[in-house]
Nanobody
Framework: QVQQVESGGGLVQAGGSLRLSCAASGRTFSNYAMGWFRQAPGKEREFVAAISWSGGSTYYTDSVKARFTISRDNAKNTVYLQMNSLKPEDTAIYYC???????????????????WGQGTQVTVSS
C-alpha cells in the first residue's frame, strides 16, 4: 500500500521560509515522478512544482519560480519543497502527489497523479 505523509507546514510571517517534506512508502520511490499541489480556501487545487524520478528535471508554476525549490532524496524516499520569501497568497493546504507510471515524466496535471498525501497547512501572515 502506497503512503505519502507530508510534514513541515505551519504559521510563518511574510518573507519567511518553510521546508515541506513528503515521506513515501509502499513502492520503489525512485521510479516515479513527484509533485506538490496546493489548495487555498474556496479555490481549486493548483500545481506548484514537480520533479522527475531521477531529480534531474524540475518544473514550477510561475508564481513560485525563484522562491520555491523542489528536490528529492531517493535514498530516504522523500521529496521536499523549500519555500522562501513566502507571501500571504501562498497560504493553502499543500499536498504531495506521486505518479503511478514508472519513469513517467513529471506533469502539472493533477489527474495524472494517483497517490496523494493528507496535506499540510501553510499559513503566511502579513
Amino acid at each position: 500500500q502506497v503512503q505519502q505523509v507530508e510534514s513541515g507546514g505551519g504559521l510563518v510571517q511574510a518573507g519567511g521560509s518553510l521546508r515541506l517534506s513528503c515521506a513515501a512508502s509502499g513502492r520503489t520511490f525512485s521510479n516515479y515522478a513527484m509533485g506538490w499541489f496546493r489548495q487555498a480556501p474556496g479555490k481549486e487545487r493548483e500545481f506548484v512544482a514537480a520533479i522527475s524520478w531521477s531529480g534531474g528535471s524540475t518544473y514550477y508554476t510561475d508564481s513560485v519560480k525563484a522562491r520555491f525549490t523542489i528536490s528529492r532524496d531517493n535514498a530516504k524516499n522523500t521529496v521536499y519543497l523549500q519555500m522562501n520569501s513566502l507571501k500571504p497568497e501562498d497560504t493553502a493546504i499543500y499536498y504531495c502527489a506521486g505518479r503511478s507510471r514508472r519513469y513517467g515524466p513529471p506533469t502539472q496535471r493533477a489527474h495524472e497523479y494517483d497517490y496523494w498525501g493528507q496535506g499540510t497547512q501553510v499559513t503566511v501572515s502579513s
